[in-house]
């Protein structure tokens, strides 16, 4: 599975609680977008690995779906007493420890995909975790406002801006230079199942296919690409995804995120809202896709599995 932050460690949720009934012995690789990753105050911040692996470990703050549980704030306190930048960004004491041992490791010549090994042997995320490359990848976003045309990096777009300003370009900086991480390649080849959660299309899971090598492996794999649809009755459930839609020009549609992934795609799964959507070469079906609770979510991850496994029966791939 391609993954962002919070949608796909939700959907991630749903699938193994799936799998442990459907196929105890099945082991899910986790391709984590890295391209949201930012360094603050000296230290390097991986939000969208740790949203994966904070969740499916059971120290996520679950309403908020990002950051960790039972979390205080002193040292964010403390950094603005000293008026230090950015204030934006909440880093809360708990998180903090995990960017500490993050940039210790990367400062003494881990690559991140051994850090992010490291530090999920703490959290047991009951999946094999890697980020999309070891190499720096950076979203930036170009802006125009009063202060001029500029561009900004994507969280100070998203988190202090809310994407409330219009983007004119949206650009994975590095992500040509960048290297699959190790396994990343070989997970994709292997596979039996290629699933895309439910995550931004233009800023998760854009990224990990811009990644050289990537989408040529998706195309090459023996197995079936099935999609859960993040936008619901035309728009994102929560968060700013039209905004990045919009900045590429694209309509915020289930079956217009399709066409992203086109040629990648065998099976899509919509909301019974976008029922009747229709994508080229792609097998569209529809059924709830909020995931409301524990057992909405399963339900949607059973839905992608057996399309999936019609989609084999069916000779598709
Ligand atoms: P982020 O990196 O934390 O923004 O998380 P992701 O990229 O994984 O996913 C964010 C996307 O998940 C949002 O843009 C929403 O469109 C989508 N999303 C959130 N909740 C739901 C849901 O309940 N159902 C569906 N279908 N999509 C959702
Ligand atoms: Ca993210």
New binding site residues.
Partial sequence: ML????????FLRGLLAELAERDPEAEVTVIG?TA?DISLFGLRVC??LD?VMYTLGGGIQEEQ??GRDGETFAVKTELAEYGAQPQWFGLGDRDLATHIVRTQMLAAGYPLSAVTEALCARWRPGVRLLPMSDDRVETHVVVEDADGRRAVHFQEWWVRMHAAVPARSIVPVGVDEAAPAPGVLDAIATADVLLL????PV???GPILAVPGVKEAVTAAGAPVVG?????GGA??????DACLTALGIETSAGAVAGLYRGLLDGWLV?DADAGTRVDGVVVRARP????DAAS?RG?AAAALDLAGDLVAAGRR
């Fill in positions: 993954a962002g932050g919070i949608g796909a460690a939700r977008n949201d939000p969208d949203t779906g990002w959660p439910p995550s931004n800023v998760s899971i859960v649809s993040p936008i619901v994102p459930v929560r968060g700013m995804a909301d896709l909020l995931m409301r979510t949607i």
